[in-house]
C-alpha cells in the first residue's frame, strides 16, 4: 500500500502524446520534497477512454486515501469534464498560460487536437530531423568522413566521453547533423585532426571528460583492460586535450553534464540554431 | 524589418537547458494564429548574462516595434528581476503551477538550479538512458539479434517504414532497449519471424505504412529503382502485414504519425513503462 508520507501517485494525461504534460509536470515536482510515482495516459480523445481515465483516478484514491496530482492538457470540453469529475488535483498545463498570453496578443486561441509532436504542423521541418538522424547515423563512430559539407557539427574526442549519445540527441531534438569522430589508440603518437576534416575545421567541436570519469565509463565495458587504466586514459585525454588548444578547437568538459546540457552548450557556443517540430 | 501583423519574436530563458520552456511555449503558441521567431537562451545563472538576455528583448523591441514574448524559468530572484525589466512580455512556465501545488500538497516548494535535464538528479535513470541509447544502437537495422533478453522491444517490419528512427527516439527519450529488425527482398519468398526472434516474440511488434508513403520515402533515397517501384513496395507490405495476422504480432501503421506518436502510441500498445530523467 503507497500511503507513506509525502508520497503521491501523479497521471498525466492527454489528447497527444502527453510529452508537453509530463515534461512540465516533472519540472514543476521537481521543486517539491515528495516521492512519485508516475503514470502516463496519452491519446485520450473520446468520452469513453475518459471515463477510464476517471475510474484509474479513483483507484487510486481508495487505494492510496490520497488524491493523485493530475496534469493534464485536454482540448475537447466534454472529454476534460469528464477527467476533472475524478478525486484527484487537476493542473491544466497550458490553461495557465493562454489567458495571459490571449490578453498581450490580442488574440483569441484555438485549441487543436495533437497540437504538439504531430507531423502534419511542420511536415518540412520534421522531414528534416528524420534526415539528421540519418546522416548522423551514417556519421557515427568515424564510420564515415564522407560528405562533411552537410555537417553542422563536427565531434572530437576520447572514446567513451559522449560523442555518440550527444550526436544523435542533437539531431533528434534539433534537427542538427552531427558527425562524430573519435580519436583512438593508434591516433595518439602523432595527433592530428583528419584530413578529411581539416576543411571543415570551423565546424569541429572538441568533448573532453576528467579521468576518473573517463575510466570508470570504459571499466563498465572492458573491466581491468590497459584501455581503461588511469596511465591511458590521463595519456589519451592529454593528448586529445593538447590538440584541441593548438588546433584553437573549442571544447566542453562532460564530466557532469547530462547529453540535453552538453547539446544546448554546444548549440549556444557554436551559435547553432535549433529546429523544433 | 520584423513588422507584419500577427508576427512576435519570442525568447525561450532558463538557467538550465530551456528545454521546458521551449516545450511548453511552443505547445501553447500552437494554439494561437501567429507566426513566430524563436531565440533560446540557456544557463542565463549570472546578473550579467541576465543584463546581455534584457538588451536582446530591448532590441528586438525597439527593432520591430513590438514587445517580444518572453517564457522563461529562472530561480535566483536578482536575475530574474532584471530580464523582467526588459520591454516584452513575460510568462514564468513553473510559476502558475507552483502555487496550486502548493496548496494541495501543503508543501513548500524549493525550487533549485538545474532542475530539469540534469545528471545528477537522478543518476541511475540518466545511466539506464544512456545504456539503452547504446543497446538501441547495437541493435538497429538487423545488425545484432544477440542479447534479445535484454531487449524491452523488438520492432520488425519493411524497410524505411521508420523503425530506425522511432528505436533512436524510445531509448534517448524513455530510456527502452528497443532493436529493430527489417524484412528485406530476400524474406519475403517465405516470410517468417526470425529463430533469434522466435523466443522473445512476446516483445515483438509491428511497423507498416501506406503503399504510396513507403515509395515516396524510398524514391527520396534510390531514384526509380525496383525498391521504391508501386509493385515492389505493395508486395512487401502485403506479405508482412499477413506475416503480422498470421503470428498475432500487434502492429500499427506510421503514415501520418511523428516517432513522437508512433513511441507513444508503442508504450501504450506494448504497456511498457517510460523512464523518465
Known amino acids: ?27 514543476v515536482l521537481g521543486q517539491f520534497p515528495i516521492e512519485i510515482a508516475q503514470i502516463t495516459l496519452p491519446f485520450v480523445e473520446t468520452e469513453e477512454r475518459a471515463i477510464y481515465v ?11 486515501g490520497q488524491k493523485p496530482l493530475v496534469f493534464f492538457s485536454i482540448v475537447i470540453p466534454e472529454v476534460k469534464a469528464i477527467i476533472e469529475q475524478g478525486n484527484g488535483y487537476f493542473y491544466d498545463v497550458l490553461n495557465c498560460l493562454v489567458a495571459p498570453l490571449k490578453r498581450d496578443l490580442g488574440l483569441a486561441p484555438s485549441p487543436q487536437l495533437h497540437r504538439s509532436h504531430s507531423i502534419e504542423k511542420d511536415a518540412a521541418s520534421y522531414q528534416n530531423r528524420i534526415a539528421a538522424v540519418e546522416y548522423t547515423l551514417a556519421h557515427d563512430d568515424g564510420m564515415s ?3 562533411l559539407e552537410q555537417a553542422d557539427i563536427i565531434l572530437l574526442g576520447v572514446s567513451r566521453c559522449g560523442k555518440t549519445p ?20 593508434d ?14 575545421r ?16 570504459r571499466h ?8 581503461c587504466s588511469q596511465k591511458q586514459c590521463e595519456k589519451e585525454l592529454n593528448r586529445v586535450e593538447s590538440l584541441f588548444r ?32
Chains 1, 2 share one sequence.
Open 187 to 200: 591516433d595518439m603518437a602523432s595527433l592530428k585532426l583528419p584530413k578529411e576534416i581539416e576543411p571543415f
Open 202 to 217: 570551423f565546424k569541429a567541436f572538441g568533448l573532453t571528460i576528467n579521468t576518473d570519469r573517463l575510466m570508470a565509463i
Open 54 to 64: 476517471k475510474s484509474l483516478i479513483n483507484q487510486k484514491h481508495v487505494s492510496t
Open 1 to 27: 500500500m503507497q500511503c507513506k508520507k509525502n508520497f503521491r501517485d501523479v497521471f498525466y494525461v492527454s489528447d497527444g502524446t502527453a510529452i508537453t504534460s509530463e515534461t512540465l509536470g516533472h519540472a
Open 145 to 147: 568522413l564522407n560528405n
Open 166 to 185: 550527444t550526436s544523435l540527441y542533437l539531431a533528434m531534438q534539433f534537427g542538427i547533423r552531427a558527425v562524430n569522430y573519435p580519436f583512438i589508440e
Open 220 to 227: 563498465e565495458r572492458y573491466v581491468n583492460s590497459e584501455y
Open 246 to 277: 593548438r588546433e584553437a578547437i573549442p571544447y566542453l568538459n562532460t564530466t557532469t553534464l547530462s547529453v540535453e546540457e552538453i547539446s544546448t552548450r554546444l548549440l549556444e557556443l557554436s551559435g547553432l540554431k535549433r529546429v523544433m517540430c
